[in-house]
């Protein structure tokens, strides 16, 4: 459905499947789901950011009341708040690219 699309609209499109493939019927994960989702498909963005306040803050409220659902864009400002914070961000800054 993208073969056109950009990079960045491939990557959302990505974040967008992987979601769905987790998610129940009503289109919603539990935090719980969530929690493990965010720290199994993405964990190359969340490592080492335990220490962080926001961090802990964010996975906190995903242990709180585990079973409550989250909706895809809720789940999306997690995953972007995470992305924002994290260490490999800046490194992904750092690289240079050339075409």
Not at 16 to 27: I, K, W
Not at 67 to 73: P, Q, S, T, V
Request: aromatic share 8%; glycine share 4%; proline share 2%.
């Amino acid at each position: 459905a993208l073969k056109k699309g950009s990079d960045l609209e491939k990557a959302f499109a990505t974040a967008a499947l992987v979601y769905n493939n987790y998610a129940d019927p009503e289109s919603k994960l539990s935090k719980a789901e969530t929690k493990s989702l965010l720290q199994s498909q993405f964990g190359h963005f969340i490592q080492g950011q335990e220490n962080k306040p926001k961090y802990q803050e964010i996975i906190s409220s995903l242990d709180e009341e585990s079973e409550n659902k989250i909706n895809f864009e809720d789940f999306m400002i997690l995953l972007v708040s995470l992305t924002l914070m994290s260490d490999l961000l800046q490194e992904i800054k750092n690289v240079k690219t050339t075409k």
